[in-house]
């Protein structure tokens, strides 16, 4: 049996080992820091369209400029590009333009959802569009 004295110290080293552990794994947690903006990690808002076949050029024309100008009225947007599909597989389903934001948090994606410049162009590009696909995930390294 061990001496009285040395229960206390063993369960004390235990505990801070225990606690120390804990915290790495906590702070370690790649899906926490993402969420919280506090890693390298961003995160991606991918939309592809498929326009209707009565939109023109020029209607989506507007929606890629409309699409493109909102970097400059949220200021929760970290990155913004976009492009034409050009894969030689023949998978697109339809869907022509694909377009990729980037956030530093969830939170600013959330702010960017009902944003009242997203709203006024949701309304734009709603009559021209058949199909869209959005798809968000946290970067990868």
Known sequence: ??????IPKVALLTLAVLCVGLAFFQAASPADAAEQGTGPRRLRHVVLFKFKDSSTPDDVARIVAGFGGLPGKIKEIAGFEWGTDVSPEGKAQGFT???LLTFASAADRDAYL????????VALVGPHVDKVC???YWTQD
């Open 1 to 6: 049996m061990a001496p009285l004295s040395l």
């Open 97 to 99: 333009h694909c377009f």
């Open 114 to 121: 009902p944003h009242p410049a997203h709203k006024e162009f």
């Open 134 to 136: 959005v798809v968000d």
